[in-house]
Structure formats: structure tokens, C-alpha cells
């Protein structure tokens, strides 16, 4: 069982910054890739930033160039660096991770931290 906890999350006006950071716990072993997706009332869930253990990264479309996903292995965190925020970034950010045992993959979820983003 791996267990992920965000924090970071907060109020910000637009054009500011924020970083959240998530800690797993548990059976971290064979943990592969780690992310963060978000999700606002109404929204879809959606990838934000994943990274894998060798630090390749993909980014939504809607965050290039403005939010950077960096992971510290030792520690088993994986970090997320908001900047230029918009309203449009508002949402609870869940904290995702993968973890990999041969074929068999599971899938951990941290409860989410909330991002408010004002105009």
C-alpha cells in the first residue's frame, strides 16, 4: 500500500505562484511514475504534469511553460512548481503515483489539495 499526502495548496491572485509538494509513504519500492491531475466543479479530471523515476516529464498543453514537475527519489516526492497562475488553474490537485511489480500496476491517489486562483 503506498499512501500520498499533497500539501501546498492555498489562495493566490493571478499571476502569482505556488508550489505543492507530495510525499509517499508505504510500499514506495517500484513506484515508476508520479503526477498531478486537478479537477474543478463541473470539470473533468485532467492530467496536469507526470514524471517518471529517470525524470521524463509530460505536461497538459494548458500548463507548458508554466508549471514544472521535479521529483526527489531519495525522499519518494514529487513536487510541482505553479507560476503565472490563471483563474483557469482553480481546482483540488490530486496527487497521483503508479506503482509497477512486474506486470501488475497500482495506482495511488492522495486525497487532493485545493487551489483558488483569483482575478
Known amino acids: 500500500q503506498v499512501q500520498l499526502v499533497e500539501s501546498g495548496g492555498g489562495l493566490v491572485q493571478a499571476g502569482g505562484s505556488l508550489g505543492l509538494s507530495c510525499a509517499a509513504s508505504g510500499a514506495i519500492s517500484n513506484i515508476n511514475v508520479m503526477g498531478w491531475y486537478r479537477q474543478a466543479p463541473g470539470n473533468q479530471r485532467e492530467l496536469v504534469a507526470t514524471?517518471?523515476?529517470?525524470?521524463?516529464?509530460n505536461y497538459a498543453d494548458s500548463v507548458k511553460g508554466r508549471f514544472t514537475i521535479s521529483r526527489d527519489n531519495a525522499k519518494s516526492t514529487v513536487y510541482l512548481q505553479m507560476n503565472t497562475l490563471k483563474p483557469d488553474d482553480t481546482g483540488v490537485y490530486y496527487c497521483?503515483?503508479?506503482?509497477?511489480?512486474?506486470?501488475?500496476?497500482?495506482?495511488?491517489w492522495g486525497k487532493g489539495t485545493l487551489v483558488t486562483v483569483s482575478s
Open positions: 514524471i517518471t523515476r529517470n525524470r521524463s516529464t
Open positions: 497521483y503515483a503508479q506503482n509497477t511489480y512486474f506486470s501488475i500496476h497500482n495506482s495511488y
